[in-house]
C-alpha cells in the first residue's frame, strides 16, 4: 500500500539525525522527502513501527516519525507530525533551502 503524499523531493544525502525520546541515535542521509515522509540511507538499528524523532538541516524543531520499513543500508520513515512551514517549503524548493 502506498502511504506516501505528494511528489518525493532530492535531499542530495543532507544529514539528518535521529533520535528516540530526546536522544541521539545517530546520523543518516536523507535521501528524499514529500510532505508524508523521508527516505533516510543509514547504519542505524532501526525497526518498523518504532517512533523517532528526525531533525532536518535548518530546522528548528525534530519531526517526530514511524519507521514504516528499515533495511541494511535504507529506511522510510512516515511523518506523524509535521511543523509550521513545512507545507510552504516543500513546493518548489527543497527541504531545508533558505528562504
Same mark, same amino acid.
Given at each position: 500500500?502506498?502511504?506516501? #503524499?505528494?511528489?518525493?523531493? @532530492?535531499?542530495?544525502?543532507?544529514?539528518?539525525?535521529? !533520535?528516540?525520546?530526546?536522544?541521539? /541515535?545517530?546520523?543518516? !542521509?536523507?535521501?528524499?522527502?514529500? +510532505?508524508?515522509?523521508?527516505?533516510?540511507? %543509514?547504519? /542505524?538499528? +532501526?525497526?518498523?513501527?518504532?517512533?523517532?524523532?528526525?531533525? +532536518? @538541516?535548518? #530546522?528548528?524543531?525534530?519531526? !517526530?516519525? /514511524?519507521?514504516?520499513?528499515?533495511?541494511?543500508?535504507? %529506511? &522510510? /520513515?512516515?511523518? +506523524?507530525?509535521? @511543523?509550521?512551514?513545512? !507545507?510552504?517549503?516543500?513546493?518548489?524548493?527543497?527541504? &531545508?533551502?533558505?528562504?
Amino acid at each position: 500500500m502506498e502511504h506516501r #503524499w505528494g511528489n518525493r523531493k @532530492p535531499l542530495d544525502r543532507a544529514d539528518v539525525e535521529v !533520535r528516540k525520546e530526546g536522544r541521539a /541515535l545517530g546520523h543518516a !542521509r536523507g535521501i528524499d522527502i514529500n +510532505l508524508g515522509g523521508i527516505g533516510l540511507e %543509514c547504519d /542505524l538499528a +532501526l525497526h518498523a513501527g518504532e517512533v523517532v524523532e528526525v531533525q +532536518l @538541516p535548518k #530546522w528548528e524543531s525534530a519531526i !517526530r516519525s /514511524l519507521v514504516v520499513h528499515a533495511g541494511k543500508k535504507r %529506511c &522510510g /520513515l512516515m511523518f +506523524l507530525s509535521v @511543523p509550521e512551514g513545512f !507545507r510552504h517549503r516543500d513546493e518548489g524548493k527543497k527541504v &531545508g533551502d533558505d528562504e
